[in-house]
């Protein structure tokens, strides 16, 4: 393979980095993936680890290239792509973190959200940022962290608390992308993307925001330099001293639902994607427009390549989908994964069973911190076989709620929809979705988008692609699911959800949750 050259992706999500390779036509070549610990301190709260999650991204990136033959000077440049809102505070001088990363999961900061509810400023928040005032977003995170997390666990021979080290333009705070281009180059640099999602960032002036920066107490020395997805000067190279022994040009960062509306090549106003991983993430590319909802989705910036106008997209954000399979292998309801698809095609119905996986709240277009997960309609008969089909009915049925209130805001009908993440790859799911919706659902070939989607930003950027339509040319059409089954019945089914949905609201209660 020597003198052939290639893409290299890191893809940081919520439960593990993988690190593929990409060739000129959008394919595969390397691929190779790590688990890291979840860790829950308490009821609500998730973290990440963020040295485990340094330290596996250097082992996908060297288990990759070893497996595939590839030497590290054959990547002519690498992109970012990453789990969103995750937050974390570091120490340059050490590079290490002073806290472990605050997930996008992560509760703790619900009360503070309400308190801005009661203050009457969630409106004030949307029209600068887009997003909904919530829990989920790294603003509430960053404030939590630099007034609780641990000096102790600080270099002794620097003392000082957290605040008075950041005060002091000592400590840099970022999403999982700027934490690992600052392992990579060294520099301190996020995209348009991460920095949309931190709700400390106005997405209409595209610069950090003075009065969120001063209402949430972070001090604007902290925050990175905001730089476009896919950028022609580079976020900087890796250190040829380094791991990977050569100097790689790192010239993408998206997250990593951005990431997978550009990997699905939905560079035109009105193309839409939907990304099922552990939750699921519907966008749709609203052009250079930042349409404002009055549906309950997010208005966010899509991408933007260097020297062009930004692209604004449209959000429907639902915490749990692929998660709550995993919770059906918690609880020992089934073996693996893909036992889901038998077990729900082996009964004709849920008989009457919702499962609404509201384990960590409700996101578009409820938003409801306080939701849990909940199942309704159970009977003596019900068997483990209704709860799976429920459970992924409940996916279908919560990016059905995201579409129609996408189509509400947009004015837009869609007549397909794109789908990738691992969840796709389960044809009973993709054939309930396409009749949940009532609209075709198309799976691409290669369907880890969202590392494709980086590689794309990072290949432009270096000229290793000239322009999108070769990435147009590039993607191509696995399986198409149209919709089947009694119309009627499926909507009577979607309203008795609406119902499951209205009981699971608002449950989780100081002291009790």
């Given at each position: 393979m020597a003198g052939t050259t290639y893409v290299g992706a890191i893809d940081q999500g919520t439960t593990g980095t993988r690190f593929m390779v990409f060739d000129h036509g959008g394919q595969v070549v390397a691929n190779a993936y790590e688990k890291h610990e979840q860790i829950y301190p308490e009821p609500g709260w998730v973290e990440h680890d963020p040295m485990e999650i340094w330290e596996n991204t250097k082992s996908v990136v060297q288990t990759a290239l070893g497996e595939a033959d590839l030497d590290p000077s054959q990547l002519e440049a690498m992109g970012i792509t990453n789990q969103r809102e995750t937050t974390l505070i570091w120490d340059p001088e050490t590079g290490k973190p002073v806290h472990n990363a605050l997930v996008w999961q992560d509760r703790r900061t619900t009360d503070r959200v309400e308190e801005l509810e009661a203050e009457d400023k969630v409106e004030w928040i949307r029209e600068k940022t887009g997003l909904e005032a919530d829990a989920y977003f790294s603003a509430t995170k960053a404030e939590w962290l630099l007034e609780n997390a641990d000096p102790i666990k600080m270099e002794r021979a620097r003392p000082q608390d957290v605040r008075d080290r950041a005060e002091a333009g000592e400590l840099r705070m970022g999403t999982i992308d700027s934490w690992l281009i600052y392992k990579l180059t060294g520099n301190h640099i996020t995209d348009v993307t991460n920095a949309s999602r931190t709700m400390l960032y106005n997405i209409r002036d595209m610069d950090w925001d003075d009065e969120l920066l001063d209402e949430f107490d972070v001090p604007e020395s902290l925050l990175p330099e905001v730089r476009p997805s896919s950028d022609d000067e580079t976020y900087g190279t890796t250190d040829p001293e380094g791991f990977l022994g050569a100097e790689v040009p790192v010239a993408g960062a998206l997250?990593?639902?951005?990431?997978?509306?550009?990997?699905?090549?939905?560079?035109?106003?009105?193309?839409?994607?939907?990304?099922?991983?552990?939750?699921?993430?519907?966008?749709?590319?609203?052009?250079?427009?930042?349409?404002?909802?009055?549906?309950?989705?997010?208005?966010?910036?899509?991408?933007?390549?260097?020297?062009?106008?930004?692209?604004?997209?449209?959000?429907?954000?639902?915490?749990?989908?692929?998660?709550?399979?995993?919770?059906?292998?918690?609880?020992?309801?089934?073996?693996?994964?893909?036992?889901?698809?038998?077990?729900?095609?082996?009964?004709?119905?849920?008989?009457?069973?919702?499962?609404?996986?509201?384990?960590?709240?409700?996101?578009?277009?409820?938003?409801?911190?306080?939701?849990?997960?909940?199942?309704?309609?159970?009977?003596?008969?019900?068997?483990?076989?209704?709860?799976?089909?429920?459970?992924?009915?409940?996916?279908?049925?919560?990016?059905?709620?995201?579409?129609?209130?996408?189509?509400?805001?947009?004015?837009?009908?869609?007549?397909?929809?794109?789908?990738?993440?691992?969840?796709?790859?389960?044809?009973?799911?993709?054939?309930?979705?396409?009749?949940?919706?009532?609209?075709?659902?198309?799976?691409?070939?290669?369907?880890?988008?969202?590392?494709?989607?980086?590689?794309?930003?990072?290949?432009?950027?270096?000229?290793?692609?000239?322009?999108?339509?070769?990435?147009?040319?590039?993607?191509?059409?696995?399986?198409?699911?149209?919709?089947?089954?009694?119309?009627?019945?499926?909507?009577?089914?979607?309203?008795?959800?609406d119902d499951a949905v209205e009981r699971s609201l608002n449950w989780a209660q100081e002291g009790g949750d």
């Open positions: 997250g990593d639902q951005q990431a997978a509306l550009f990997g699905q090549t939905c560079f035109d106003e009105g193309d839409a994607k939907n990304t099922y991983g552990t939750g699921s993430f519907f966008l749709m590319n609203t052009g250079e427009e930042a349409v404002a909802s009055d549906h309950g989705l997010l208005t966010t910036i899509g991408f933007q390549r260097s020297g062009e106008p930004v692209q604004y997209a449209l959000e429907g954000a639902i915490f749990i989908t692929g998660a709550a399979i995993e919770w059906l292998e918690d609880v020992e309801l089934i073996k693996d994964p893909a036992e889901t698809a038998e077990l729900a095609r082996s009964v004709d119905s849920t008989d009457g069973v919702y499962v609404v996986p509201a384990f960590t709240g409700l996101g578009a277009p409820h938003w409801d911190g306080r939701a849990r997960g909940t199942i309704v309609g159970m009977t003596r008969g019900t068997r483990r076989e209704h709860l799976v089909r429920a459970t992924l009915e409940s996916i279908a049925y919560q990016t059905r709620d995201v579409a129609e209130a996408m189509e509400a805001d947009s004015g837009i009908d869609m007549g397909r929809l794109r789908v990738d993440g691992g969840a796709v790859k389960n044809n009973f799911l993709c054939q309930l979705q396409s009749d949940i919706l009532g609209t075709d659902i198309v799976r691409p070939e290669v369907d880890e988008t969202t590392a494709l989607g980086s590689a794309y930003a990072a290949g432009l950027a270096v000229g290793y692609w000239e322009t999108v339509d070769e990435l147009r040319k590039n993607w191509q059409v696995d399986r198409e699911f149209e919709p089947e089954g009694d119309r009627e019945q499926i909507e009577a089914n979607y309203a008795r959800w």
